[in-house]
């Protein structure tokens, strides 16, 4: 029975965690506080498994000044900060393969609209009410080897960072994928016939 209850557990996990990577960005050397002391746009490369991970358009800042959200590493841009004129709207993270799921932490932003797109013809558009110290995680079904993340509300005055950039995995806060919730439920199913067999069995 232990051996049942085990299997089950497995299952549920694995609807979760199968195939999941995320990106946080501590593993980069610290960065300054602000735009005006970088040198510019960086391109950060990450290999994760056979995928690698390309991140264009920003620069890495650490303990951001006037972010209060996220006192760690971020990768960010900006074109109304006074720093070097290399930034990109939008950012832009590529993939050598196709993923599956997009999904970020963007903070210390604008207030305004967003949007992410992939290659793929899928996006989302979304809304932050407060500039300065914000924090909202986003994300989307994401499918192809390009994902964007646009300021739109004024394209040539920006400034947003992101963080815990996370792909193929289930997002956060969106109902579970087909085999996702097949798998899941396969886990509960066996939880809930160990459950009945031991309640019989006394």
Request: glycine share 8%; proline share 4%; aromatic share 8%.
């Amino acid at each position: 029975m232990k051996s049942l209850a085990s299997i089950a557990i497995l299952a549920a996990s694995l609807a979760v965690s199968a195939s999941a990577s995320v990106i946080n960005f501590e593993d980069q050397p610290a960065g300054p506080t602000n735009f005006a002391a970088t040198s510019g746009a960086h391109t950060l490369v990450y290999t994760v498994g056979a995928l690698t991970v390309t991140f264009t358009g920003g620069v890495i800042l650490t303990n951001e000044t006037a972010q209060s959200t996220d006192n760690s590493n971020v990768y960010a841009t900006c074109d109304i900060c006074g720093g070097p004129t290399s930034f990109t709207n939008p950012l832009t993270v590529t993939f050598s393969a196709p993923v599956q799921n997009f999904q970020i932490d963007i903070l210390n932003a604008l207030a305004g609209n967003y949007t992410m797109a992939d290659n793929n013809g899928h996006s989302l558009n979304f809304n932050l009410a407060t500039t300065g110290g914000s924090l909202a995680t986003e994300g989307f079904a994401a499918s192809g080897t390009v994902v964007t993340i646009d300021y739109t509300s004024a394209p040539t005055a920006w400034d947003f960072a992101i963080d815990n950039v996370l792909f193929n995995q289930p997002l956060t806060s969106s109902v579970p994928e087909p085999a996702s919730i097949f798998t899941l439920g396969t886990g509960l199913l066996l939880l809930i016939g160990v459950g009945l067999r031991r309640r019989f069995q006394n």
